[in-house]
């Protein structure tokens, strides 16, 4: 038990305190205090959280998880993921209280006094008139759920309080339909929505709340400012003060958000007692561990090999990199971490026919880099990262460089012939050029027995998400074709070359 609470329970003890109290400090004093740091509200709370839990404890279960064992084996990664949710959820609770609770409810007489306050978060108006007849409109639509089953809907009412100061009230109606249905089922389900809104928005009671939050990045905010850009083109470079009705009262909210930060907390604890407890001592294993002889082929040494330069696959790391960079750039800045939106996607290198067709050529390229959300930039990571590490060293970074650029430039113009109006983003279409490469190769029989072989497993892989796609909506199948063609051109390139140099070198 000692071996336990030493290498398990002790340090998730010390990560969880250090991590929560100095990611909650940054916050505080960059963002609140400072305003030095303005990222989107989601990705304060949830997106960094989660990224801050994940490296945590991938870094103090590297080694310390192999001296354990579970049914025989080592523990997977669902347990890692235990331990992950563990630390994520309790300091993600704690982003939202420091949030609430650094900010002191101010009094206003008039909204005319709010721009004088506009630092501050949470007020109340005593004396205030809404321009309903004035109001402004706008509706998002984003899919949700594992298999994009369901479709949400937004609907972002902004009416306006001083137009002139742009003082806006905000409403806001949500629902969520099946996606699976016909076009006309889901135009049916939108139209009874926008209906059902209609009648809410004519009885709305604009004084029936407790205080007003005043809306920062957020992706509320931006609802709201887009709803007001519709109907006030001509505000685009102003400033907005979107203040937002809250029905609980602020002191409540705080005495809520901190019941629900230490219930969390000790829900944490348990989880990582009853991990530890589960977990069986591998006297060998521990016998190499304590004398430093076990060696670095877990998954977290090859990730962070392949993130450091260190794979020796410099192209593939670099590629990962800038997806990377990408997709958390997007979200700081308020892309959905989940599924991302079209137009969110747009200032960060999707391609779409007429972006092309205006001139914008480099988004042929841009696209590979952009992703729509987590599950998707994972996916695509895997596999390239997983490619990468095999094609790079076979055929030279110098000829990879030209795989990656040829596949993705066949991708995304292929995928913008066949599609005129989708949008196009994703290294999938790499990956499919790493696939066409590859059975290229092996056609011209470039590869060795074992070479193959590993081949052949790679592309077994792809195939069977090919085939799981077919079965999905939103999947880009001319850019994958796009894909495998261009990397398929560069392969038979390659194999043509590799024999033609060997005959030279033989003859010599």
């Given amino acids: ?39 989107d509200e989601k990705a304060w709370e949830l997106f960094i959280p989660a990224i801050i839990s994940i490296s945590s404890i991938a870094l103090i279960t590297r080694k ?44 206003l007489r008039t909204s005319d006094e709010l721009l004088a306050h506009e630092s501050e978060k949470f007020f109340t108006i005593d004396r205030y008139r809404v321009s309903r007849n004035q109001f402004a409109s ?21 009416v306006p309080i001083d137009l002139e100061k742009n003082i806006w009230y905000g409403v806001r109606y949500y629902k969520t339909i099946s996606n699976k249905g016909s076009d006309n089922e889901k135009q049916a389900a939108y139209t009874t929505f926008i209906d059902e809104a209609n009648e809410k928005f004519k009885e709305h009671d604009y004084y029936d709340h407790s205080h007003f939050k ?60 009853i991990v530890s407890f589960v977990l069986k001592t591998d006297p060998k294993a521990l016998e190499l561990y304590q004398s430093g002889q076990l060696d670095n082929s877990d998954f977290t040494t090859q990730i962070v090999r392949m993130l450091t330069f260190r794979a020796g696959v410099p192209i593939t790391t670099l590629l990962v990199l800038i997806c990377l960079a990408v997709y958390v750039m997007g979200v700081l800045n308020g892309v959905d971490f989940m599924n991302a939106s079209v137009n969110e996607l747009i200032p960060y290198g999707a391609v779409r026919r007429d972006f092309v067709l205006n001139g914008e050529y480099w988004r042929l390229i841009t696209a590979a880099f952009a992703h729509f959300g987590l599950a998707h930039i994972a996916m695509n990571l895997f596999v390239l990262g997983l490619g990468g590490k095999f094609i790079e060293p076979l055929i030279g970074s110098i000829r990879f460089t030209l795989l990656v650029v040829v596949s993705a430039v066949g991708c995304t113009t292929l995928s913008i012939y066949v599609n005129e109006s989708t949008l196009s983003a994703g290294s999938s279409g790499i990956n499919y050029g790493l696939i066409g490469a590859l059975v290229a190769m092996l056609i011209t029989r470039r590869l060795s027995k074992q070479q193959g072989s590993d081949a052949l497993m790679l592309i077994a892989f792809i195939a069977v998400s090919t085939v799981i796609s077919l079965f999905m909506s939103n999947v880009d199948h001319a850019g994958h074709f796009g894909g495998f063609l261009g990397g398929a051109l560069v392969g038979l390139f390659c194999g043509v070359r590799e024999k033609k140099e060997k005959h030279i070198n033989a003859a010599l």
């Fill in 64 to 107: 310390r998880f192999r001296v354990f064992r579970i049914k025989g084996e080592e523990p997977s990664m669902l347990t890692k993921m235990f331990l992950v949710l563990a630390l994520a959820i309790p300091m993600g609770i704690a982003q939202a209280l420091v949030s609430s609770a650094s900010y002191e409810l101010v009094n």
């Fill in 1 to 39: 038990m000692m071996v336990k609470c030493r290498l398990i329970f002790l340090p998730f003890l010390i990560t969880f305190f250090t991590a929560i109290s100095g990611y909650t400090f940054f916050r505080w004093w960059f963002d609140i205090e400072l305003n030095a740091v303005t990222f």
């Fill in 138 to 158: 706008d509706t998002v639509f984003r899919v949700r759920g594992k298999h994009n089953e369901d479709l949400a809907i937004n609907l972002y009412v902004a």
């Fill in 214 to 273: 005043l809306l920062r990045d957020s992706e509320l905010y931006d609802g709201f400012k887009n709803a007001i850009l519709q109907t006030y083109p001509l505000k685009t470079n102003e400033d907005f003060f979107i203040l937002y009705p809250q029905k609980e009262t602020l002191a409540d909210a705080n005495d809520e958000l901190y019941f629900i930060f230490y219930i969390s907390a000790a829900i944490a604890f348990l989880v990582v007692a």
